[in-house]
Nanobody, 119 residues
Framework: VQLQACGGGSVLVGGSLRLSCAASGRISVGWFRQAPGKERTFVAGIGWRDGSTHYSDSVRGRFTISRNNAENTVDLQMNSLGPEDTAVYYC?????????????????WGQGTLVTVSS
């Protein structure tokens, strides 16, 4: 599966962005992010088996992951962005019914899209 994430850009503190990942089928999809000099970490995921969603503590309540079946994408709506959200965001696919927070549990990765939040 070849993934492509898009929707990144620059936004002011408190602003919003929506990322999209072209992915469909019986796959669970996760969004991860990697800030400069830091490890890639789990942000949000959605499982295909029951559509359950999972979020890291740092984004819960601000970010929403969802499937857009009409466009075959998995989207990440990001609200109330802060400088700490600045990172390259990656979508990844896991050939399983449930989400994992572990990046080694995902088999395919997109190239990443940069999100920059400034004041």
């Amino acid at each position: 599966v070849q993934l492509q994430a898009c929707g990144g850009g620059s936004v002011l503190v408190g602003g919003s962005l929506r990322l999209s990942c072209a992915a469909s089928g019986r796959i669970s999809v996760g969004w991860f992010r990697q800030a400069p000099g830091k490890e890639r970490t789990f942000v949000a995921g959605i499982g295909w088996r029951d559509g359950s969603t999972h979020y890291s503590d740092s984004v819960r309540g601000r970010f929403t992951i969802s499937r857009n079946n009409a466009e075959n994408t998995v989207d990440l709506q990001m609200n109330s962005l802060g400088p700490e959200d600045t990172a390259v965001y990656y979508c990844a696919v896991r050939y399983a019914g449930t989400v994992s927070v572990r990046k080694d549990q995902y088999q395919s990765w997109g190239q990443g899209t940069l999100v920059t939040v400034s004041s």
